[in-house]
């Protein structure tokens, strides 16, 4: 069986609450989804606004080397024409050689929502389908609502999709639009469907409000529909999509069905989060396949388990889809996980049982180390004797003051012993710990040049226990970077400064020690 893949990323996954991508976004991810090879990609609806039009003006459709682009658009009005329907004559301006039309095939919607007779509404459908596919228009036809339709009037959705087979529609799409019917219901009527039209490719449109658009994707194809319809990430309105990412592994790696050369499939992870970033979503780290934590094994047992044979916790091999093998450590670690993470590192652990005992009493404390590699090693190191810290602290003090004006400035200063030198610093920041990290650089950056290159790119509070209100004990997670790697440090304690402080003197010694980074 041969499934064709089809992204509506750059259409329906822009639907998604606090989504807006700029035309430039919308062509950069056109062209990371074409080279996974896909075979259709929806850029938009341009009757609907000015940017997705700006974007079929501004690309070109010749520059895919493997996708063709879609336009979206509506049946036309009732009443109307499609010769005279602005909507759809605008197509045939654009170079997107396929045209993606939407049409009622709910009965209630017909009545409730265009106002019309189900005869009009299936005269909408010939005429716009018609219209474009005489034009030269690849045509496909989006049934919306159609499980909602055909629970409530099995012949009336039908009849729908027979209109626009016979106007020249080469694909039916199945919409489950309200994302609400479950696998066993929609296998069932894509399985009916499929025998009514042998002759048509029958596809599938999925959402997830009831927790199914992945599954019910599957479960059609299993039906006999060959054509699937998603999103990357499963990025949509409401509860959004089905996850075309999920689903392209699920269909190649559990199905059997090759959807892509094993090369592409290996780029799954990297365009997942690439598609994220330039929606400015922060990726899921727990996403199937492709999240950061999908081959993340924690607890001893599996940690044991996976150093004998990978398949003993993992259900496909993580390379495959681009990802990687992670061994966090914590308190439901073993001794095999200490190690792992150690050697991982370039550490020596020495006592094994010190260094575990030494995570597990500072994890009581409210630290966590799974996204804190960089004071993990430093924990490590200490617990071994080999880590020698960069300076002695003797005292800081931060001074907050508010100006007239409304302005605020922090001063820090910072004595401390550095290298055998007593070193005394004052600088002014826009913060308590931006004051205090440059009062520390100023003190220590001549024994350590190294540290010019580090800066804080991330900086993160969480409460542990907010029955404390403003007493309660905070964890700070710090990443640095010196431009090349990325690490993470934590500190925890009662007072914010005091775990700011240290988990900024974590990044900086570990970037100004470490051999190498691995995160």
């Known amino acids: 069986m041969s499934i064709k893949l089809f992204d509506t990323t750059l259409r329906d996954g822009t639907q998604r609450e606090g989504v807006s991508l700029t035309t430039e976004d919308k062509i950069r991810i056109a062209r990371e989804l074409d080279s996974l090879g896909l075979h259709y990609i929806e850029a938009g609806f341009p009757a609907s606004n000015p940017?997705?039009?700006d974007f079929f003006e501004s690309f070109d459709a010749s520059e895919l080397e493997n996708a063709r682009l879609v336009a979206f658009t509506r049946a036309r009005r009732p009443g109307g024409s499609a010769a005279n329907d602005p909507a759809t004559t605008l197509l045939l301006q654009l170079s997107a050689p396929v045209v993606c039309i939407v049409g009622k095939s709910w009965k209630m919607h017909v009545e409730k929502v265009l106002r019309t007779t189900p005869e009009e509404n299936l005269e909408s459908i010939r005429d716009t389908v018609s219209y474009l596919a005489s034009a030269g228009k690849e045509v496909l036809f989006d049934a919306e609502h159609y499980f909602d339709g055909f629970r409530d009037d099995p012949d009336h959705a039908l009849s729908v999709l027979r209109a626009a087979a016979e106007a020249g529609a080469t694909t039916l799409v199945l919409c489950d639009t309200n994302g609400g019917t479950l696998p066993t219901e929609l296998k069932a009527v894509v399985g009916r469907t499929v025998r009514e039209f042998p002759d048509v490719e029958i596809g599938i449109h999925t959402h997830n409000d009831a927790g199914c658009g992945v599954a019910n994707a599957l479960a059609a194809v299993e039906a006999g529909a060959t054509h699937v319809q998603g999103t990357v990430n499963g990025v949509g309105e409401r509860c959004g999509n089905c996850d075309l990412v999920t689903t392209i592994a699920n269909l190649q790696l559990k199905m059997g069905l090759k959807v892509m050369d094993d090369e592409r499939l290996k780029r799954l992870t990297e365009v997942s989060n690439y598609v994220s970033e330039l929606m400015n979503l922060t990726p899921d780290t727990h996403r199937p396949y492709v999240g950061r934590s999908a081959f993340s094994h924690k607890g001893g047992l599996h940690v044991d388990g996976?150093?004998?044979?990978?398949?003993?916790?993992?259900?496909?091999?993580?390379?495959?889809v681009g990802n990687v093998r992670r061994?966090?450590?914590?308190?439901l670690?073993?001794?095999?996980?200490?190690?792992?993470?150690?050697?991982?590192?370039?550490?020596e652990t020495g006592d094994v049982t010190a260094v575990l005992s030494a995570i597990k009493q500072r994890e009581y404390e409210g630290y966590h180390y799974e996204a804190a590699d960089a004071s993990l090693a430093l924990l490590i190191g200490r617990t071994t004797g080999e880590a020698r810290p960069l300076f002695e602290l003797e005292t800081f003090r931060i001074i907050s003051e508010k100006r007239s004006g409304g302005e605020t400035t922090t001063e820090a200063t910072i004595k401390l012993l550095v290298k055998g030198e007593r070193a005394i610093s004052t600088a002014e920041g826009n913060g308590p710990v931006n004051a205090l990290d440059k009062a520390l650089r100023q003190a220590i950056g001549p024994h350590y040049p190294e540290l010019k290159e580090i800066h804080l790119s991330n900086y993160k509070v969480r409460i542990l226990d907010e029955h404390r209100a403003t007493a309660a004990t905070t964890r700070v997670l710090i990443d640095s970077t010196d431009g090349k790697r990325v690490w993470g440090a934590v500190g925890v304690?009662?007072?914010?400064?005091?775990?700011s402080w240290q988990a900024l003197v974590d990044g900086l010694e570990y970037g100004a020690t470490a051999p190498k980074i691995l995160r």
């Open 333 to 347: 670690s073993g001794k095999n996980s200490i190690r792992q993470k150690a050697e991982e590192m370039g550490l």
């Open 51 to 53: 940017k997705d039009l």
């Open 493 to 499: 304690g009662e007072n914010i400064i005091e775990a």
């Open 306 to 320: 996976i150093s004998r044979d990978p398949a003993t916790y993992e259900h496909v091999p993580p390379e495959a």
């Open 327 to 331: 061994m966090p450590v914590g308190e």
